[in-house]
């Protein structure tokens, strides 16, 4: 009874001490980078043919557009599908 307390305690001792070390170990595994949060502008408009509001949604981080438009009569929220500012703004060199 007591040799085999005294090796349970042996190996406890001996997974301690493993962990314990590995604490302090450098790992090797490659981490993926952390992406930050989007970060986004609300700008707030209006449509000019009608009493709809608009909200223009612009992702900085990723470089999308969409917006947001609330339908009181139908009671319902239309969103438009978001579209790619790089390709809108991207400038390319004229034939020659």
Known sequence: MK???L???VGLNALLLVSFIGRFTPSSIAA???HRPADYLLIPGEIQ???TEVVY????????LGAMAY???A???NVMPPISL???FSITAPPR
Do not use: C, H, K
């Not at 612009?58 to 470089?63: E, R």
């Open 49 to 51: 043919s009608g009493s």
């Open 32 to 34: 993926a980078p952390v």
């Open 86 to 88: 790089n390709s809108v």
């Open 71 to 73: 339908d009181e009569s």
């Open 57 to 64: 949604i612009v992702d900085t981080s990723n470089g999308m």
């Open 7 to 9: 090796w349970a305690l």
């Open 3 to 5: 040799s085999s307390l």
């Open 75 to 77: 009671r319902q929220l």
